[in-house]
């Protein structure tokens, strides 16, 4: 449904891009987490793909259509949840869904109808009639979701949709977002790894403009529970630094990733109880081969998180 | 056509719900009666002046007309006061929509800049053309206790509109610049008071120059109309003013797809 590809940008002349290479799939129907820390690139990535503006390189494409050379054709099958809700607060919430709705192109007939049934959907019948102005927080952010879906778009993407709610505010959204699956694809980006594993059925997690890891949450969790991972490189024959790992009490598993002019990257398992970098570290060394890297890789989601969101060398 | 519509209603909607346009109608009104009241006495001190010397010393009544006196007097003051005026009321046009983030709604539905240009653009010139019919009142006044010629007065409202059709073009393109509403009605203001102080500034240019700044002078082209004559060449280059700002405005909006800008 949703197919990003290599999508770069850069702002004005800054030489270092925002985002690079970013390429996902989103299948229909799915719901996709967009996770990363503040800065990362989720929003830039976002407003590519709904025609805000266009990539620097790359394309996106939704419902097989090119945002670059069709973006009317996206623009009326996205709806689009930016982080600050796009709200008139002049205007009441009936009067705002149904500006909303003109402007997307929903068809008149179906309007009224419509309408009725998102608010009912966000829980929005009480106060379909107050000035958006006066609106709580909450309901401020239930106008912004209803007015992404007004248009009954095949394609949602919601630009972190908690933020500044209250818990009980946070479960509605999230259950909102939740009952949406199957019927619509949704991109939902945040920096909360609960909400991931809540709502989303694949996660994209995505660091200084790159994306780092992609999967589901349980895939990402599951793989690695029980076993601890740690990332070797070093320099010397591959079979001897394979063999020289193995040899290392406690190494349950160890995986040649693969090499470049005679270094060699492995991955090593081993139990989750005993922390084994030290041993590993000095065997390699002692082997007679050159160490040039050694660092854990994560175990839970929360902790590939923080590996990849967290400085180098942290 | 829809979206045009919808963006309309949206903006006349929020002028007539905000407390601007109501202050701003007032203060154009409160301002227009009090001129129209002076040019009045004025034009009432003129007669008693002439008709006394006339009595006492004889001979032909100078002419008294109503219209060269007070109607031209009016719309040309009209026509500075709009200068103040409209950029206040195009200020929040497009700098609004960029600060509350609405901007990003209307540019990620499919709807083009054209209709969001034209639908605020045509908002605001009912609103000041309604305020502007207001004045009507005043020229009933005058058409109560005179005789003043209903051409002219035709012809300076054809006039006047234009005029601030031109205006709020100017506006709405200073208002797309920024997000700041004070920037956007220092930006309107000071561009159009280049163009009003054009016609002063020719005199000291010769040659081309001087025929360039002469036609680009923008209250030089309403002094047929206050005459009662509507001249092809004038509505054209309010027209064209108009337009050429509009398009300025679509440039500068699509512009943001290849500045790379946020």
């Given amino acids: ?314 | 056509m829809r979206g045009f519509f919808a963006v309309f209603k949206k903006e006349l909607h929020s002028y007539l719900t905000s407390p601007i346009a109501y202050v701003l109608a007032a203060v154009f009104l409160v301002l227009m009666g009090f001129l129209f009241r002076n040019l009045v006495m004025q034009f009432n001190a003129f007669c008693l002046t002439y008709f006394s010397q006339a009595a006492r010393f004889g001979g032909q009544l100078p002419e008294l007309n109503l219209n060269r006196i007070v109607v031209e007097s009016f719309f040309g003051l009209l026509g500075f006061i709009s200068l103040f005026m409209i950029p206040m009321l195009t200020m929040r046009l497009y700098a609004e929509e960029k600060k509350l983030g609405t901007f990003e709604l209307l540019t990620t539905s499919p709807i083009s800049n054209l209709q969001t240009i034209l639908g605020k653009f045509t908002a605001c010139f009912v609103l000041y053309a309604g305020t502007v019919g207001l004045t009507l009142v005043m020229m009933g006044l005058l058409d109560a206790y005179g005789e003043p010629d209903w051409g002219p007065i035709g012809s300076s409202y054809l006039g006047v509109l234009l005029l601030g059709a031109s205006f709020i073009a100017v506006g709405i393109l200073a208002s797309s610049l920024t997000e700041n509403q004070i920037v956007a009605v220092a930006i309107s203001f000071g561009a159009l008071l280049l163009f009003w102080l054009m016609g002063w500034a020719s005199q000291f240019a010769s040659g081309g120059l001087r025929k360039v700044m002469e036609y680009l002078s923008i209250i030089d082209h309403m002094e047929d109309f206050y005459k009662g004559v509507i001249d092809t060449k004038d509505v054209l280059f309010y027209l064209s003013f108009t337009f050429f700002s509009l398009f300025l405005t679509a440039v500068v909006l699509e512009s943001r797809k290849w500045r790379g800008v946020r």
Avoid: W
């Avoid at chain 1, 973006?71 to 500006?99: A, I, Q, S």
């Avoid at chain 1, 394609?155 to 818990?167: A, C, Q, S």
């Avoid at chain 1, 994306?211 to 010397?236: K, M």
């Avoid at chain 1, 030290?278 to 890297?293: C, I």
């Fill in chain 1, 1 to 314: 449904m949703i197919e990003v590809e290599g999508l770069t940008k850069y702002y004005g002349r800054s030489p270092v891009p925002a985002i690079e290479d970013v390429t996902f799939r989103v299948e229909k129907g799915e719901i996709l987490g967009f996770l990363g820390p503040n800065g990362a690139g989720k929003t830039t990535t976002m407003r590519i793909i709904t025609g805000y503006f266009p990539p620097s390189r790359g394309t996106a494409r939704v419902a097989g259509y090119d945002v670059m050379e069709n973006p009317t054709e996206v623009k009326k099958r996205v709806g689009y949840l930016p982080e600050h809700p796009p709200l008139y607060n002049d205007m009441t919430v009936e009067g705002f869904l149904n500006f909303v709705a003109d402007i997307k192109g929903l068809d008149r007939s179906k309007k009224k109808l419509r309408i009725g049934e998102v608010a009912e959907r966000c829980g929005l019948d009480e106060v379909m009639d107050v000035r958006i102005g006066k609106l709580s927080k909450g309901y401020r952010q239930r106008v912004g979701v209803a007015q992404a879906l007004v248009h009954d778009p095949e394609v949602l993407i919601l630009d972190e949709p908690t933020i500044g709610l209250d818990p009980k505010q946070v479960v509605e959204v999230r259950n909102l977002i939740k009952s949406l699956a199957g019927e619509r694809t949704v991109i939902l980006s945040t920096h909360i790894l609960p909400e991931v594993s809540m709502t989303c059925g694949r996660v994209v997690i995505i660091n200084k403009g790159r994306v780092v890891a992609e999967d589901t949450p349980e895939n990402l969790t599951a793989r690695l529970r029980g076993v601890r991972t740690i990332f070797v490189e070093a320099r010397g024959p591959a079979d001897g630094i394979e063999k020289v790992l193995r040899e290392v009490p406690d190494v349950k598993e160890v995986r040649h990733e693969g090499s470049e002019d005679g270094t060699h990257r492995f991955v090593v398992e081993s139990t989750l109880e005993k922390d084994i970098r030290a041993q590993l570290a000095s065997s390699v060394v002692s082997g007679g081969f050159q160490l040039l890297e050694l660092r854990p890789v994560g175990m839970s989601l929360e902790d590939i998180f923080l590996q990849l969101t967290t400085e180098e060398g942290a």
